[in-house]
């Protein structure tokens, strides 16, 4: 069964830090503690089958650049995030709709786009439910041990 996890991207990036670095690679954007601690828990159990979900440019394979920073997001439907139907289109351009299962490391809205664009995969939400601290405590936990979520 080939696995994809998505991982969401977070409002604090690199801009935030340092305003004048360029365009960045997207594994080297998001740099706020929850992006940061599911990229190392992608990139610990599914090395080459991850990429971020952006509310802005939409599925971003670690490689791929960010021009610039931005404050858009899926939770304010007035700042204009990626739609569904872009996403699908994506999903198929990038090959992702190849994978089996999707696993949504994001919250509730991410989990909600990503169920629509893989309406025929299994979407599995382990962190579902869980108040930030838990999560992060539980990717963790997951990451030390060398277990993969279940």
Do not use: H
Request: aromatic share 12%; glycine share 6%; hydrophobic share 35%.
């Amino acid at each position: 069964m080939k696995i994809l996890c998505v991982v969401p991207c977070g409002k604090k990036k690199i801009w935030d830090k340092n305003q004048v670095v360029g365009e960045t690679k997207a594994k080297d954007v998001y740099i706020g503690l929850y992006a940061k601690t599911c990229k190392e828990y992608a990139e610990r159990f599914y090395t080459s089958s991850w990429c971020f979900l952006s509310a802005k440019y939409g599925f971003l394979f670690p490689d791929d650049i960010v021009k610039g920073n931005y404050d858009i997001s899926f939770k304010n439907k007035s700042s204009n995030p990626i739609t569904p139907e872009e996403l699908i289109k994506q999903a198929m351009d990038k090959g992702l709709n190849t994978y089996d299962k999707i696993i949504s490391l994001g919250g509730e809205d991410y989990s909600k786009v990503i169920k629509e664009v893989f309406r025929d995969k299994v979407v599995y939400e382990p962190l579902k439910s869980l108040k930030i601290g838990q999560k992060l405590q539980k990717l963790k936990n997951a990451i030390n041990e060398g277990i993969p979520l279940s």
